[in-house]
């Protein structure tokens, strides 16, 4: 996507920030196109579609009317064929921080991502995801989810419709039990499931359990989960942080005979999924 350093933004101003923002949806119409031809269904939108989207509403955007309508044909395109869209803000979006302005920050960004699903015509449910993590513990594990699931009543419908939240590396942070008692048994959002995060942070489960555990927070909507392998073991180099995802990945996952979308997480992207759909077809696994 066309962005521009902040520094940029306030020069040119919105104007500038109107074009680049028509520049890339209708890119999206072309990266659908692309998918479809490559039968690819699945497809995670980046948060950057909209530059600067945080300091303006999306209204007062001079290219707004050829905005929605290019976002309007790309909806309706993944729509007819049927491709999910989804999207995973980024991880300064922090709902469990105690500090106000933390919070407007994160909601000004969650919002603007809620809105432009609107634009393109996406449902308010988590099939179009909106995924963030938990993001920060502050020393006491309660108190933070407490305040992530107050925070989350205070994000507009189109934002709460969609959101789901995700198990983390790190055991300072949020295993998929820990979830699932403090977050989907408070507010009842589902929990994506991560397998290398939970490779990490088990937090005392096995992975068919941890998977499971978070499949059955879906209720009718089909799950989405994660995979992604280490950059580590890839490059053979201990030196590189484990949770590090790797530029290809190449290895058989085990989904226990359950059903569930897959986003693959890899450095080099759709030229991943295609090298390790050649992979797994070569061995007889569907991708």
Known sequence: NRTMIKRTFFE????????????NVRDLYKILQWNLENDIYFYRLSSD???????YEMEELPDYNQIL?????AGNFAREHGMRLTSHPGPFNK??????????LTYKDLKVHGDLFDM??????PYAKLNI???AAYGDKPFALDNFCRNFERLPENVRSRLTVENDDKTSLYSTLELYEGVYKRIGIPIVFDYHHHMLHPGGQTEQEALELALSTWGDIKPVVHYAESRSIEHNNPKIKPQAHSDM??????????EFDVM?????????LLEYRDIMNKQRIAV
């Open 95 to 104: 709902l469990a921080s105690p500090k106000e302005r933390v919070f407007q």
């Open 49 to 55: 579609i909209i530059p600067w989207a945080s300091e």
């Open 120 to 125: 393109i015509g996406l449902p308010r449910t």
């Open 264 to 272: 693959i997480e890899a450095k080099h992207k759709e030229l991943a």
């Open 12 to 23: 040119k101003g919105i104007g500038y920030a109107s074009e680049l923002a028509l520049q």
């Open 69 to 73: 309508a290019a976002c309007l044909k």
């Open 133 to 135: 993590h938990v993001g």
């Open 249 to 258: 990945i190449r290895n058989p996952f085990d989904d226990y005979g359950n």
